[in-house]
């Protein structure tokens, strides 16, 4: 008689999709965290008094301990020898930690008492950090940001280690099965975090006409509180699934300070790593001023109090139309029949231009700017699959980067000549935002497959590590300096709706033209080594 074959919780469809949702989920719940309060820099300037400085100093501090203090690397280590749901749980239980910390800094509570008193009196200078200039603070910064600063740093080290986790994690659920597919949907998923944000920080911020700025980072802390719930979770479907299989979690191979030689001797690795940094760099510290440099280059009246635009219900309908882009989007990649790619496709577009014309109607900056990861959520399938089939990675990572040039220099040039034009100013920041996020689909459509091709598989681990940690660099380095290039550029201005950011914007197109020179650098070393970038993943 023979013995059925026993199934095991990821032969199940619906069992490892649910895996998968799970930590997406907590994603998801920390991209919001990790800009709540881009959206509502003005607001921090006027209740709190973080000039742009001081808000560009919190910013970057996102990733100053997994810089400065190496901890991406002990992430990784923790991750190897404790396995991926011990440390799914501990990542989440840290950027709660982190969020509330952050939460309190902000809060009416902090002002006055003896912690704000005592940041106020210290952490004005930390030895040697201030002589190398990377210090996390500085003398007369608010104490409210330097306490936020403490949060976001610990928050940043659960963050990345959530990020590398959460890869371990649907490899080991998909491995053999939609793993290309799982991936894409978790980026997807936590990319619409990003405008989640856009869209609900500033929504509780004046929740009720008065403005509060620690109600926005309160509702990240129970988003942090809903990502804990779901690891937790993750970990008791992740145990069933051990004690089903028999098996020990899959580890790979830790970080060896003995492979920083190799890896640092590699041509292919450095091309990697800087083109990393350089695209990276040029978007997340962007997010977190893109909402304040639309408020000062675009005309916009805020609508009536009493009017539908002006009304809570319409923050709620008009997050609905975007979750419709976004999942009519991103499902009409996978329909075999060309009625129902083409109708979830017109659903889409339908649905985005709805939401544009909401968003012009509103007014509204944030939502202006939380258009940005829809059009990415549709093309990224598109793009990945391209590469898998027809390869082109080199030549998509230029047009990325020429993408990423021209958006930048429109934004500094274009933009500001379109003040005054209601209509204009809005269309052309819509198409920008927009096209500044297919180019930010293009790195990990072609950039991190490429990965293996040109690092040797022995340290493609500790290379990965390396990869991070430098580009952790860019994270910390440029949100700080475009808050001092504000400062030093905007000398006087007092308005936070007022700056002008020709130099900071001309400064991230400067990264994009760097990540087209080592673009075609790489095109070239592909073409004479024969490494395939531009050959296709899959063989046919």
Known sequence: MTQAIQKTLRDSAAMRWTALLLLALAMFCSYIFMDILSPIKDLMQDTRGWDSLAFGTMQGSEVFLNVFAFFLIFAGIILDKM?????????AVVMLVGAIIKWYAVSETFIGSSLDTWFTNNLNYIPLFDELGVSPFYEGMPASAKFAACGFMIFGCGCEMAGITVSRGIVKWFKGREMALAMGSEMALARLGVATCMIFSPFFARLGGVVSVSRSVAFGVVLMCIALIMTIVYFVM??????????????????????????????????VALLCVLYYSAIFPFQKYAVNMLQCNLSLTAPDADSYWASNS??????????????????????????????????????????????????SAEAIFAVFPLL?????????????????????????????IACHLTFAFVLPAFKGNDVGGVVVAYLTILVLGSSFSLVPASLWPSVPKLVDAKVIGSAYALIFWIQNIGLWLFPLLIGKVLENTNEGVTDATQLDYTAPLVMLASLGVAALVLGLVLKVVDKKKGIGLEEPNIKE
């Open 238 to 271: 992740d145990k069933k699934l051990d004690a089903q299989t028999g098996e020990a979690e899959e580890k790979d191979d830790p970080f060896k300070v003995s492979d920083l030689g190799k890896i640092l001797t590699d041509s292919g690795f450095w091309l």
């Open 83 to 91: 396995g991926v749901r011990f440390t799914a749980v501990l990542s």
């Open 314 to 363: 319409v923050t709620i309908v008009q997050y609905v139309i975007m979750l419709v882009v976004a999942a009519a989007g991103f499902a009409s990649n996978f329909q075999k029949k060309a009625a129902t790619k083409y109708g979830l496709l017109l659903l889409s577009i339908l649905s985005l231009i709805t939401y544009c014309y909401m968003g012009y109607m509103r007014q």
């Open 376 to 404: 990415a959520v549709l093309i990224t399938p598109i793009l990945g699959s391209y590469v898998d089939h027809k390869g082109k990675a080199a030549t998509m990572l230029i047009l990325g980067s020429l993408l990423l």
